[in-house]
């Protein structure tokens, strides 16, 4: 019986999220909730394809279609996190599940298909975008070696916050968060999530996120947003009150993060996507783990040209120039309106 794509449908989503648990390259954001997180919180359009054969799940590929009158229409694996694509057993599966979805991002005319993986596809025509990585800590070493590996910024950092007394505690109030959250993306150019994008989160994954605060006094100077997947850590948000910074907090937060990771039996630790050659990239280079690729690959359907997502995009510099510029509760009002159209 040959392979059958089709959309997922109601009913299928425990079969979905067994499927997805099991296979050893599957993601975070592969996993339901993700589906939900985006659906509630910014309304896009899941398309999620299964490849199924004489009944039984052969792969699975997340989709959203994203329109937007001022950012034109797309079809994304999947957005608002640094990777998701096609999970499946075999080369067909996966052949099959990405030729449906050149089908559908031509039904729905978009401007192009994205998909975002850990792996390169290697079958088809598409332009690929190198510019993004992350770095991947192989926390089977222990957190000594860790330690005995970091440069010696990252250690005289750890050494300065912890001798300015600054505390570290855990399962924060996402309010929190989201005050020092909004501050610093206002203060590098960037729109915020709403704040309900982070409670969805929260309410669909209660087992799988963590919040790190780190304190000073009585004020919260840093936060870390924390995903769990099998066995794997993934720094996806954090953030840092710019006037504290002098403590180094942020070296302290992802150290306690690292040291928790290790004690609690986690194997990697994903330090989160990053531009490559960017001040984050140098920055998190220092902490001695593993460069990843991540590939962001685009099938061209109107657009002549990929989206330039790099840092040195005329645009963008304009763009973040005049965001840094506004009121703090004005970004925090009109932020979620553009980035719900922001990958």
């Not at 999220?17 to 896009?44: C, M």
């Not at 449906?100 to 792996?119: F, N, Q």
Request: glycine share 6%; proline share 4%.
């Amino acid at each position: 019986m040959p392979i059958e794509i089709y959309k997922l449908e109601r009913g299928e989503e425990k079969e979905w999220d067994a499927y997805v648990l099991k296979h050893p390259n599957s993601t975070f954001f592969h996993q339901i909730g993700w589906k939900r997180v985006v659906e509630k919180t910014y309304k896009h359009k899941p398309i999620y394809l299964i490849a199924r054969e004489e009944g039984e799940v052969k792969g699975v590929l997340p989709l959203f279609l994203m329109r937007s009158m001022i950012f034109g229409k797309k079809l994304v694996s999947v957005p608002f996190a640094p990777y998701g694509g096609v999970c499946a057993d075999d080369e067909m599966a996966e052949k099959m599940l990405i030729e449906e979805a050149i089908r559908i991002a031509e039904e729905y005319d978009v401007d192009y298909l994205e998909i975002r993986s850990l792996s390169k596809i290697v079958h088809g025509e598409y332009v690929t975008d190198l510019s993004y990585i992350t770095f991947i800590i192989n926390l089977n070493f222990g957190s000594e070696l860790i330690w005995k590996n970091l440069r010696r910024d990252k250690k005289r950092g750890i050494k300065k916050a912890e001798r300015a007394n600054l505390a570290v505690e855990w399962n924060a109030n996402i309010d929190d968060f989201y005050d020092i959250y909004i501050r610093t993306m206002r203060n590098l150019g960037t729109p915020v999530h709403c704040y309900n994008f982070f409670k969805n989160i929260l309410n669909e994954f209660r087992d799988e996120t963590k919040i790190l605060t780190v304190k000073y006094e009585d004020i919260i100077i840093c936060c870390k947003f924390l995903l769990f997947y099998k066995n794997t850590v993934i720094s996806m948000w954090g953030v840092t009150l710019k006037e504290y910074q002098k403590f180094h907090p942020y070296d302290l937060a992802n150290w306690k993060a690292i040291e928790y990771s290790c004690k609690e039996g986690y194997k990697y630790f994903d330090f989160g996507r990053c531009l490559l050659d960017s001040g984050v990239f140098h920055y998190k280079w220092g902490w001695s783990g593993e460069q990843k690729q991540l590939y962001y690959q685009f099938y061209l359907n109107n657009d002549r040209n990929p989206p330039d997502i790099s840092q040195s995009n005329p645009n963008r510099k304009r763009f973040a120039s005049v965001w840094k510029r506004l009121p703090v509760p004005l970004t925090k009002i009109v932020g979620p309106m553009l980035r719900r159209n922001f990958l």
